[in-house]
């Protein structure tokens, strides 16, 4: 019963000294490693509290059971105790973080191979009729390779506690100080299997970490998170401005010819999937734009090419307009404005005639709707289009000469 009792005051203490990290659900990267790890911990000293009781009371297979658990959960506290250090040394060498990490793997990984192992010969303990335990070989291997382990963890943490900053450097030596004391349990567990060498172990450790650094750098664990998600957040507005700027025409406001490009493509897929709705195209072509930045210049051309696409957007809806060339546009309609886009074209297009005898800006345009039946691609829309563009520039020359 002695046995129990140490583990029940450890898995007491444990939760109580732990109870805001078991309750609250940071999101925080090396907050949840470690309370992974001391829910695994948790756990462990569930198993180990059994083991007592159950040998105490002679109940050979509930104790050859729980054995195998007890096993499997520590395999399961240095798997997560090696996760934790990954991520609770954030600067830690890229390189020793995977070696770590797979340290702890391949422990967990080979503490379960040798539990199977067990079940086809005495690999790693037997429990006689007599609740009589009795340890093989491979219970001093794993046992062995735990404390190495530990003890490769301690020595790559003093290694670093000179090169760190002051924060850094009381995390290394809270790794080092838990590293040696689990060694040091570790071994005296090998020597005897009545007293819970391992079990206070950990309880030790673990406190050691708490008062070293984990109470007072929580704080800054949190900091250096929200600072991780504010660059997040910087360059995500950054991409958003960058695909603002892709998609917006920087002289007139409308959409830019790779934004065309873009729904040109979407299109053309939804007309091979048979999934398309019904969409009419206006292309429009500025008339006299090169006399203008000849006589002019480029800043007048400019000028104009504004007043033009304030004309179109009188008529036209501005999430529809595309500029795909210098004095090249077009309207891409869909949804409820197809039905009134011919009648909204002719008083375009008067006006455009009227402009043409005032000498105000003068934009061709033509305009045709997508036919299921015949269309096979974006592309014979807007030829179409493209047709009776050219049909009405030809029109305004002709009578406005």
């Known amino acids: 019963m002695t046995y129990s009792v140490f583990v029940i005051v450890a898995l007491t203490i444990h939760v109580l000294t732990n109870v805001d990290m078991f309750r609250k659900k940071d999101h925080i990267p090396a907050i949840k490693a470690y309370r992974a790890f001391l829910i695994s911990v948790a756990i462990f000293y569930i198993t180990d509290i059994l083991w007592g009781l159950f040998e105490e009371h002679g109940l050979s297979t509930a104790l050859y059971v729980d054995t195998i658990l007890y096993f499997s959960t520590v395999g399961a506290t240095v798997l997560f105790w090696t996760r934790f ?19 702890g793997i391949a422990f ?6 040798i539990i199977i192992a067990n079940f086809f010969g005495e690999a790693m303990f037997r429990v006689t009729d007599t609740c009589e335990y009795v340890v093989f070989i491979g219970r001093h291997i794993m046992l062995y390779f735990q ?13 670093y506690v000179l090169r760190r900053k002051e924060e850094l450097q009381r995390r290394y030596i809270a790794i080092f100080a838990f590293n040696i004391i689990l060694m040091v349990c570790i071994f005296f567990q090998i020597l005897t299997t009545h007293i819970p060498f391992y079990s206070v172990g950990l309880l030790i450790g673990i406190s050691v970490l708490n008062v070293l650094t984990l109470t007072d750098s929580k704080e800054a664990l949190k900091s250096e998170y929200l600072h991780e998600i504010e660059a997040k957040e910087e360059k995500e507005h950054e991409l958003e401005q960058v695909v603002t700027i892709a998609y917006k025409d920087a002289l007139t406001g409308v959409k830019s010819r790779y934004a065309y490009v873009q729904k040109q493509e979407l299109i ?9 709705k019904d969409f009419a195209l206006i292309v429009f072509d500025i008339n006299g734009l090169k006399r203008i930045n000849d006589e002019f210049g480029h800043d ?4 104009y090419i504004i007043e033009c696409v304030e004309l179109m957007k009188k008529f036209f809806p501005e999430e529809s307009l595309y500029r795909f060339g210098g004095d090249e546009f077009v309207s891409i309609i869909e949804g409820k404005d197809i039905d009134k886009i011919e009648a909204k074209h002719e008083e375009f297009f008067e006006l455009i005639k009227k402009n043409a005898k005032e000498y105000k800006p003068i934009v061709s345009s033509g305009m045709s709707k ?13 030829n179409r289009a493209d047709k009776m563009m050219y049909s009405r520039k030809d029109y305004l020359k002709e009578h406005n000469n």
């Open 147 to 159: 404390i190495a382990m530990y003890g490769i963890i301690a020595i790559f943490s003093a290694f």
């Open 268 to 276: 053309d897929k939804e007309i091979s999937n048979h999934t398309i």
């Open 85 to 103: 250090i990954t991520k609770y040394l954030e600067n830690c060498n890229k390189i020793v973080s995977i070696i770590i990490r797979a340290v």
């Open 108 to 113: 967990f990984l080979g503490e379960i191979g």
């Open 370 to 382: 997508f036919r299921a039946d015949t269309d096979y691609a974006f592309k014979t829309v807007f």
């Open 300 to 303: 007048a051309g400019d000028k």
